[in-house]
């Protein structure tokens, strides 16, 4: 199997449960924040939404600089996360669908500035930045949904409010 069939397969699942957290989101309540040093609702459901988009840019700038490329997210309300979650989706599928195994061993440099933070193979990049970023920050997202009071979705299983 090629590297993006794998990660194409993997991607479209986990976005199964991405989007029942991202529907679930009150955002009437985006301001909202556990603590006074953690992201608003409103901001971290966002960035969830965006996430995708780092597959993307790995796969085609190879030296990324927060300076010049990374524009935070701000979505106010559903629909918008949605349609923000689904065209970053849509466009990471459909460059792994172009990037041939020889791209995916490439180096990927992200920088801010003069600072080099990583400079990591793209599998490697996508892996992190891409697919664990996104479920770190979904972990984070049904901690906040909790925390409000709103049903939590089985994403491995059943849960506590939905069982399977």
Not at 49 to 68: E, G, L, M, T, Y
Not at 73 to 80: D, K, P, Q, R, V
Not at 148 to 159: E, F, K, Q
Request: glycine letters at 6%.
């Amino acid at each position: 199997m090629a590297l993006k069939d794998a990660f194409i397969t993997e991607l479209e699942h986990e976005s199964a449960s991405t989007k029942k957290l991202l529907e679930r989101v009150p955002m009437d309540k985006k301001d909202w924040k556990p603590h006074e040093k953690s992201m608003t609702l409103g901001k971290l459901a966002s960035h969830v939404a965006d996430i995708p988009h780092w597959v993307s840019d790995i796969i085609n700038i190879s030296d990324f600089d927060f300076q010049k490329h990374y524009k935070p997210m701000n979505c106010g309300s559903n629909e918008e996360l949605m349609v923000l979650f689904n065209e970053k989706l849509e466009g990471a599928i459909s460059d792994l669908e172009k990037t041939s195994d020889d791209e995916f061993h490439k180096m990927w440099t992200v920088r801010g500035g003069e600072t080099v933070y990583y400079n990591l193979p793209k599998v490697v990049a996508i892996r992190g930045w891409g697919f664990s970023h996104l479920f770190h920050h979904r972990g984070q997202l049904s901690v906040y949904l909790r925390l409000l009071d709103v049903p939590i979705p089985g994403m491995y299983g059943p849960s506590a409010d939905e069982p399977m």
